[in-house]
């Protein structure tokens, strides 16, 4: 570990670092940094120099000649690279890369975080930052971009000093980009150019309180484009997220491309071209790698499965049920894989092989899903005719069990959802992570278990909440469903996901077990259109509370008066960067301080 003293914690509308860092300081002095600025680095044994041009007008950038060159959107180029993930140098690289373009082109003017009669600091006689030293303090692992949660150190250290040294240190490839990340947010864009902080000197040491802290997007009931994906990947990397959970397949739509099952997209797509090709999985594991995020994919199963039967109608079993649809499943279309079928085991075994090893080289996990199965729905399964648990329940162990051995002997850790667990009853491997979403009595049962908990309670970090039923009613029915609330109202503001505390209702002996949550976004009224406004700023709120807790130092409940600012001004960098996020408050309260609050007690 990095020895430093942990420095009182310290605050103020001019200091809005999001996550808030375990520790930091900062002083008054006015620096800049200018386009020339070089980053030196230095890694465990080895030192180097790494030259990032000004101008370059990439989006996405590596040195490795290991890549193919594809052209988008016209002149713009991408590289991408399908077969392996990046190295910690190449991880540090784009970091630095991305750090000079967050600075010089996707900055802003901070006048909403100042009085009306504010001015900007003067341009004259500049003291600029000579130069930024990042320095890697321990040699990476060699699964550097996709850790098991809790393998890799995360934490960094830096120091910015009055006279324009800046130190990045960390021991690991993964705390420098997570230090480059706040290295940014110490600085604004000036109305007459250039880029300034008014923090110096500034001493920081950061550490996150959970291992595995990230974002689930629904990319199947409606259809979002690599680019809308990528987007939402580069807004994780910039909260400090480092997990994002792909849930890419489900009962309305398979836009996966499977090369050994071509049928599956080809017709559980929602059209021939609204598919993920491999090289668009690929990419996009890469894309997440390379800002320190690891992809996780979920194929759900084996409810939520009804797409499959547009190509394998004979592995369906109650394949969407009309019109008393509710009696078999969660949403319609209804279909769950048939649980006692060789033909459906055959199926996954050629599903697996082929999938699998695309995602090994970029992610530890695999998400095999396993929720919202409803029993009645094997009344219409020909291999088991019944709803009868006793009788189910040993059939959907060997289905666990089957998938869960070849996962294991594929290279990854298997993640399910907790009704396997809790509802079903079954016996799972202890590596196996249990995603809770239901209650924190359930996190508590699973860690009861001796299971490794992800948390993420539908009654706050649920992000699709509170935009009313997107079910229709008929006249005859729709009285007693008036006012047409969907069964998560009311909106999960930003607020209350702050206010949600992981470790809720679990005895302080197994907190350890509780490794972290994510923010999900399913997608039954959401798609590119509103997705950013709908993840954004709330998903910031969930990733400050899984950065560094949902306690202050001084044990706490964090407070919404100190996060309001700080959030406010994370959402103009978020802004700043491409991304739609909403805002949560007026100019007339970032600007007046304190005056938009009831019960403040200064």
């Given at each position: 570990?990095?020895?430093?003293?942990?420095?009182?914690?310290?605050?103020?509308?001019?200091?809005?670092?999001?996550?808030?860092?375990?520790?930091?300081?900062?002083?008054?002095?006015?620096?800049?940094?200018?386009?020339?600025?070089?980053?030196?680095?230095?890694?465990?044994?080895?030192?180097?120099?790494?030259?990032?041009?000004?101008?370059?007008?990439?989006?996405?950038?590596?040195?490795?000649?290991?890549?193919?060159?594809?052209?988008?959107?016209?002149?713009?180029?991408?590289?991408?690279?399908?077969?392996?993930?990046?190295?910690?140098?190449?991880?540090?690289?784009?970091?630095?890369?991305?750090?000079?373009?967050?600075?010089?082109?996707?900055?802003?003017?901070?006048?909403?975080?100042?009085?009306?009669?504010?001015?900007?600091?003067?341009?004259?006689?500049?003291?600029?930052?000579?130069?930024?030293?990042?320095?890697?303090?321990?040699?990476?692992?060699?699964?550097?971009?996709?850790?098991?949660?809790?393998?890799?150190?995360?934490?960094?250290?830096?120091?910015?000093?009055?006279?324009?040294?800046?130190?990045?240190?960390?021991?690991?490839?993964?705390?420098?980009?997570?230090?480059?990340?706040?290295?940014?947010?110490?600085?604004?864009?000036?109305?007459?150019?250039?880029?300034?902080?008014?923090?110096?000197?500034?001493?920081?040491?950061?550490?996150?309180?959970?291992?595995?802290?990230?974002?689930?997007?629904?990319?199947?009931?409606?259809?979002?484009?690599?680019?809308?994906?990528?987007?939402?990947?580069?807004?994780?990397?910039?909260?400090?997220?480092?997990?994002?959970?792909?849930?890419?397949?489900?009962?309305?739509?398979?836009?996966?491309?499977?090369?050994?099952?071509?049928?599956?997209?080809?017709?559980?797509?929602?059209?021939?071209?609204?598919?993920?090709?491999?090289?668009?999985?690929?990419?996009?594991?890469?894309?997440?790698?390379?800002?320190?995020?690891?992809?996780?994919?979920?194929?759900?199963?084996?409810?939520?499965?009804?797409?499959?039967?547009?190509?394998?109608?004979?592995?369906?079993?109650?394949?969407?049920?009309?019109?008393?649809?509710?009696?078999?499943?969660?949403?319609?279309?209804?279909?769950?894989?048939?649980?006692?079928?060789?033909?459906?085991?055959?199926?996954?075994?050629?599903?697996?092989?082929?999938?699998?090893?695309?995602?090994?080289?970029?992610?530890?996990?695999?998400?095999?899903?396993?929720?919202?199965?409803?029993?009645?729905?094997?009344?219409?399964?020909?291999?088991?005719?019944?709803?009868?648990?006793?009788?189910?329940?040993?059939?959907?162990?060997?289905?666990?069990?089957?998938?869960?051995?070849?996962?294991?002997?594929?290279?990854?850790?298997?993640?399910?959802?907790?009704?396997?667990?809790?509802?079903?009853?079954?016996?799972?491997?202890?590596?196996?992570?249990?995603?809770?979403?239901?209650?924190?009595?359930?996190?508590?049962q699973i860690v009861a278990k001796g299971h490794k908990a992800l948390v993420g309670n539908y009654k706050y970090w649920y992000l699709d909440c509170g935009k009313g039923q997107w079910l229709n009613f008929d006249p005859s029915v729709s009285a007693q469903y008036y006012p047409y609330e969907d069964y998560c109202a009311p909106f999960h503001n930003?607020?209350?996901?702050?206010?949600?505390?992981?470790?809720?209702?679990?005895?302080?002996?197994?907190?350890?077990?509780?490794?972290?949550?994510?923010?999900?976004?399913?997608?039954?009224?959401?798609?590119?259109?509103?997705?950013?406004r709908m993840i954004w700023p709330r998903g910031s709120a969930v990733a400050e509370i899984l950065w560094s807790g949902a306690k202050d130092s001084m044990g706490r409940n964090r407070s919404q008066i100190d996060a309001a600012p700080r959030l406010s001004e994370m959402r103009e960098r978020l802004v700043a960067r491409g991304i739609g996020a909403?805002?949560?408050?007026?100019?007339?309260?970032?600007?007046?301080?304190?005056?938009?609050?009831?019960?403040?007690?200064?």
């Amino acid at each position: 570990m990095i020895t430093l003293l942990l420095f009182p914690l310290f605050t103020s509308l001019a200091s809005a670092i999001w996550p808030i860092p375990t520790s930091y300081t900062h002083g008054e002095t006015v620096l800049w940094i200018s386009k020339d600025t070089s980053f030196d680095w230095a890694g465990a044994g080895d030192v180097g120099t790494l030259k990032v041009q000004p101008n370059y007008d990439l989006d996405f950038r590596t040195n490795s000649n290991a890549y193919a060159t594809t052209q988008y959107e016209g002149d713009r180029t991408r590289l991408k690279r399908y077969s392996e993930a990046p190295t910690g140098d190449e991880m540090i690289d784009q970091a630095i890369y991305s750090a000079k373009q967050t600075l010089f082109k996707k900055n802003f003017v901070p006048w909403k975080f100042h009085p009306r009669n504010w001015t900007e600091p003067s341009t004259e006689n500049r003291t600029y930052i000579s130069n930024v030293r990042v320095e890697v303090l321990q040699d990476d692992p060699g699964d550097i971009a996709k850790p098991l949660a809790g393998t890799v150190d995360e934490s960094y250290a830096l120091e910015l000093s009055e006279g324009g040294n800046v130190s990045i240190t960390a021991n690991s490839s993964l705390g420098i980009v997570r230090g480059l990340v706040t290295f940014t947010q110490l600085f604004y864009k000036h109305s007459d150019g250039g880029a300034y902080t008014p923090l110096a000197p500034v001493i920081i040491f950061d550490i996150p309180v959970f291992q595995h802290r990230g974002i689930n997007l629904d990319v199947s009931r409606n259809y979002f484009s690599v680019k809308d994906i990528e987007r939402t990947i580069d807004a994780v990397a910039y909260n400090k997220m480092n997990r994002f959970h792909l849930h890419i397949t489900d009962a309305q739509s398979w836009p996966l491309e499977i090369p050994a099952l071509p049928e599956l997209s080809a017709k559980g797509a929602y059209r021939p071209d609204l598919v993920y090709t491999t090289d668009d999985f690929a990419n996009l594991q890469y894309y997440a790698s390379i800002q320190g995020v690891e992809l996780i994919t979920e194929i759900d199963m084996p409810g939520h499965t009804s797409s499959i039967a547009l190509s394998h109608p004979e592995l369906i079993a109650a394949y969407n049920i009309q019109p008393d649809w509710d009696t078999y499943c969660a949403e319609p279309p209804c279909g769950t894989l048939k649980l006692n079928s060789t033909k459906v085991e055959d199926f996954l075994k050629k599903l697996f092989d082929d999938l699998l090893p695309r995602i090994l080289p970029f992610s530890s996990y695999f998400h095999t899903g396993g929720d919202e199965v409803n029993k009645n729905s094997y009344l219409k399964d020909d291999t088991v005719n019944s709803n009868d648990s006793t009788i189910l329940q040993p059939f959907m162990q060997k289905f666990i069990d089957r998938n869960h051995d070849q996962i294991r002997a594929a290279g990854l850790t298997p993640v399910v959802w907790e009704e396997m667990l809790l509802d079903w009853n079954l016996t799972l491997g202890s590596d196996v992570i249990v995603q809770s979403w239901q209650s924190d009595e359930a996190v508590a049962q699973i860690v009861a278990k001796g299971h490794k908990a992800l948390v993420g309670n539908y009654k706050y970090w649920y992000l699709d909440c509170g935009k009313g039923q997107w079910l229709n009613f008929d006249p005859s029915v729709s009285a007693q469903y008036y006012p047409y609330e969907d069964y998560c109202a009311p909106f999960h503001n930003w607020r209350l996901a702050y206010s949600y505390d992981p470790l809720g209702g679990v005895p302080a002996d197994a907190q350890h077990l509780v490794i972290g949550g994510e923010a999900h976004m399913w997608a039954e009224q959401t798609d590119p259109t509103n997705v950013d406004r709908m993840i954004w700023p709330r998903g910031s709120a969930v990733a400050e509370i899984l950065w560094s807790g949902a306690k202050d130092s001084m044990g706490r409940n964090r407070s919404q008066i100190d996060a309001a600012p700080r959030l406010s001004e994370m959402r103009e960098r978020l802004v700043a960067r491409g991304i739609g996020a909403e805002p949560i408050q007026m100019p007339y309260c970032t600007m007046e301080g304190t005056v938009c609050q009831l019960g403040y007690q200064p």
